[in-house]
């Protein structure tokens, strides 16, 4: 089974800030990866998919890079709005599967 | 638009049953996957299943002898059952969907606003 891990658990970023979330899988999952933003008592919202594909109606300011093991979101100037736990997941062809990372929280300092 | 429905509590060894009605589309779409995933109270995500309208379903491992997601036409709606509930599957539920245009577009784009499900006698 593929693990996704995020580093750090925890960012402390101010507003306006350029900040970089990271995700590593346990096996090459070439570019079939996502990124979700997850504001407090609400779903996920979909930001990226493969690797570096913003999804309708995302801002410019998320961007996400890599293939294989490792991969990055960068949020180039954060926004009061963005201050979230941000997850990864990864799709995995065969057995076909999906799985998320632990998460990385981003919070105000 | 996705909304799920069912019990907000379920005994222990008892069977927990969500169903997810899909608004604005049909469920007999070949151009979809239909999905669930969870999130027990302050922690992470974790993908439960997904399916397609042609029969393809697929389970995550650590859940695969306990679940069962199947699809209703008839209603527009998907639907998952989960048998042998224990505290462990306490957790809000999401129904979830993402296109079917290759292995890039495989992320969940459209998703339930979630319900709450507690396992307690």
């Known amino acids: 089974e593929i693990v996704m891990t995020q580093s750090p658990a925890t960012l402390s970023v101010s507003p306006g800030e350029r900040t970089t979330l990271s995700c590593r899988a346990s096996q090459s999952v070439s570019t079939y990866v996502a990124w979700y933003q997850q504001r407090p008592g609400q779903a996920p919202r979909l930001l990226i998919s493969?690797?570096?594909t913003r999804a309708t109606g995302i801002p410019a300011r998320f961007i996400g890079s890599g293939s294989g093991t490792d991969f990055t979101l960068t949020i180039s100037s954060l926004q009061s709005e963005d201050f979230a736990v941000y997850y990864c997941q990864q799709y995995n062809d065969w057995p076909p599967t999906w799985t998320f990372g632990q998460g990385t929280k981003v919070e105000i300092k | 638009q996705l909304q799920e429905s069912g019990p907000g509590l379920v005994k222990p060894s008892e069977t927990l049953s969500l169903t997810c009605t899909v608004a604005?589309?049909?469920?007999?779409?070949?151009?979809?996957?239909w999905g669930w995933i969870r999130q027990p109270p302050g922690k992470g995500l974790e993908w439960i299943g997904s399916m397609h309208y042609s029969g393809s379903t697929y389970y995550s491992p650590s859940l695969k002898s306990r679940v069962t997601i199947s699809i209703d036409t008839s209603n527009n709606q998907f639907s998952l059952k989960l048998t042998s509930v224990t505290a462990a599957d306490t957790a809000v539920y999401y129904c979830a969907s993402f296109p079917n245009a290759g292995y890039n577009s495989y992320a969940f784009d459209l998703w339930g606003q979630g319900t709450m499900v507690a396992v307690s006698s």
């Open positions: 493969g690797a570096s």
């Open positions: 604005g589309g049909s469920i007999s779409s070949s151009t979809y996957f």
